[in-house]
């Protein structure tokens, strides 16, 4: 049996639950909810790491307008997930920058689909350049 979610000050509602703006905010969601329910970490955990995440975005600067919300729910879900061991962040990240470079070569409207070339991004080389 799982326990239920908590009501988390600040996030997107209306009388039906959560409100999502983007596709990607509902998966972060639902990711959060299924490892909560395999275990992972408890509702408890993913509040407090949730908090921190904002109050640490908001001593940065967010003005904390609601539109941000899930890109910080977002950073709490991989900080725990590093922290349980469950991912590294370095393997986060890797992924994190193979979605952005699907995402970019992805046209508008269609389903974005990670490939095994979205992991090889190179950079280009930088080259020394001399204002004269």
Do not use: C
């Amino acid at each position: 049996m799982t326990t239920p979610m908590p009501e988390l000050h600040g996030m997107p509602a209306d009388g039906d639950g959560p409100v999502f703006a983007e596709p990607w905010e509902a998966h972060a969601f639902a990711l959060a909810v299924s490892l909560q329910q395999h275990g992972l970490f408890t509702w408890s955990e993913w509040a407090l790491a949730l908090a921190r995440q904002i109050s640490a975005a908001q001593a940065a600067g967010d003005a904390d307008l609601g539109d941000t919300y899930y890109r910080h729910w977002l950073a709490a879900l991989e900080t725990l997930v590093a922290a349980k061991g469950a991912s590294s962040n370095d393997e986060l990240a890797r992924y994190r920058d193979a979605w952005g470079h699907a995402a970019n070569r992805t046209p508008h409207g269609q389903p974005i689909e990670l490939v095994e070339g979205d992991f090889a991004i190179e950079q280009p080389a930088l080259r020394n350049v001399r204002s004269t």
